[in-house]
């Protein structure tokens, strides 16, 4: 790193420590410098060894300054972005926006409704996050309804639905009821033969093709006029069973010159071969659509709010033609755009997702590489992390962009205190060290938490630095500071200790890096995003416990996963969380 990038370095993580500890009224903490920072900087990135360092002494001087000296340090740094911070902290302390008419009702209930397909990818987080915080701020009711009457198309998969429901306990919610639509198919029929009734409903066997021939031009469908009796038996010859896909369907009668060809006349029930997987379902053939299945639900379930995306405005109204046949009440809705997601190489989508696992390409839905909540907890992000990014989002019409480093950035404030600092080198280089240097290296377990102690690291004859690490015969100081070690001058392949005081990386020049024995050391694979990296740590890593978290100092925050044994050798694997 030259000087100009160093100053450079020094002057744009200054506003960032700034803008953090001025918006939480605390200390600057590196980790959450780091996020903003990089992000805002993204040609830092290729020097994400050195910057950390930087970091550290500029959040140490401005964690000496009092509140008042960093609020009018950031106002001549950054003032615009010292305004954002005094106007959010004058806003309401709710990021979502309150619920339409909510004074109206005795209780707010709303549903969380996933076809249970495959697990939840991180747009599918974005519902019961604020569903669930809508719940805890009204004292509401929230349900999860498996919307899974298409046992073809969107064909659930029978391990879905505990791993969903696995991942709404992640987030931290836990629903008050749950139901599967495949259950209540008697219900749905129900309510079409009181549709019939009502002259709401005719039996319809035009091709697909031909009626819609006819909805387009706004001329009605030759069955529409049907006595109710032939409707009647033909619907229930269709519960039966007695006819195939694609030879009958009930349509809804609503307003065949409706201005919206999309609305006319849509079916509610139609014939599927294939059977059901569940097997409780599995003699069914005859099967509602959505549209028919979810507003009676929504009714019968007394839903009070409905949040659904803007793509499906016409579902509430071709529902409303059902609600005003019976009279119902339809609930208040909110439609908001979609989320799109920065940082994956893999869509966001159950299908496809489902597809690379089959293929071999990704090792399951928790791989790392996968968009998945499953993915992120293996890595050590804790749900509450998500939620709060998702209900930043808000409710806007508009599509949105979810960044993941809102996610890292609350997590890591989530997390940070908590997680000690532990050494870890990507393979690198083996250097000698001569000159008697300390036989034990003390660095602290955490740089806040005197308390919590030291790191015993035996230090022997030699240690592994990564390649970036070590000088290069053209840098002026050869010196560098073995963190929790001390001085070391780099000289034709060896480490020479050197006894200076840390003095030397006060006055600058001499860089403070991390290191591992060569004796002792741990092998570690760590799964990350962009595939495997493997390295070797601190003897200590070798025993820490699965789950345990660890932040390997300028690399990263990780989760141990398990520590791997065989015959010839012991390997610790480690999930990348993020920086």
Known sequence: MNDELRERVEREAEKHALLNAVKHES???????????????????????????????????????????????????????????????????????????????????????????????????????????????????????????????????????????????????????TYKASDRLETYYDHARDLIEMGGAYTCSCSGEAFSELKNSGEPCPHRDKDEETVREEFDAMV??????????????TDIEHKNPALRDW?????????????????????????????????????????????????????????????????EVIHWGHVQLDDYDVKMSTSTISELIEDGALDGWDDPRAPTLKSLRRRGIRGEAIVEAMTGLGTSTTDVDLAMSSIYANNRDLIDEETDRRFFVRDGNQLPLVGDPPAEANPPLHPNHEERGVREIPVGDSVMLEVDDVPDDESGDQRIWLKGLGCFRFDDGVLRYTDDDIDVVREGGVDVIHWVPADGRVPVRMRTMDGDVTGHAEPGVGDLEPDEMVQFERVGFARIDRQETDDEDEETVAYYAHP
């Open 240 to 253: 039966d069973g007695e006819y195939s896909s694609g030879e009958l369907v009930l349509r809804v009668k």
């Open 27 to 177: 200390d600057a903490a590196v980790g959450a410098v780091m996020g903003p920072l990089m992000g805002d900087n993204p040609d830092f990135r290729e020097h994400s060894d050195a910057v950390p360092g930087v970091v550290g002494g500029v959040v140490s001087r401005v964690n000496d300054l009092d509140y008042e000296e960093k609020r009018a340090r950031l106002e001549d740094l950054a003032p615009e972005e010292l305004a954002e911070i005094e106007a959010e902290e004058e806003e309401d302390e709710h990021d979502l926006p309150d619920l339409p008419n909510a004074e109206e009702y005795d209780e707010i209930r709303m549903r969380c409704a996933p076809n249970p397909n495959g697990p939840w990818h991180v747009g599918h987080a974005r519902m019961p996050a604020v569903i669930g915080t809508y719940r805890e701020r009204y004292d509401g009711w929230f349900c999860v309804r498996f919307d899974d009457t298409d046992p073809e198309t969107k064909r659930p998969d029978l391990e879905a639905y505990d791993a969903i429901l696995e991942d709404l306990d992640y987030l931290g919610f836990e629903p008050d009821a």
């Open 267 to 331: 079916v509610a029930f139609r014939m599927i071969d294939t059977p059901h997987p569940r097997e409780a379902a599995s003699e069914y053939r005859c099967w509602p659509m959505l549209d028919f299945q979810s507003g009676v639900d929504d009714h019968l379930l007394e839903v009070t709010h409905i949040i659904r995306g803007i793509d499906l405005q016409d579902s509430a109204k071709r529902q409303q033609f059902v609600y005003d046949y019976f009279g119902w009440d339809y609930p």
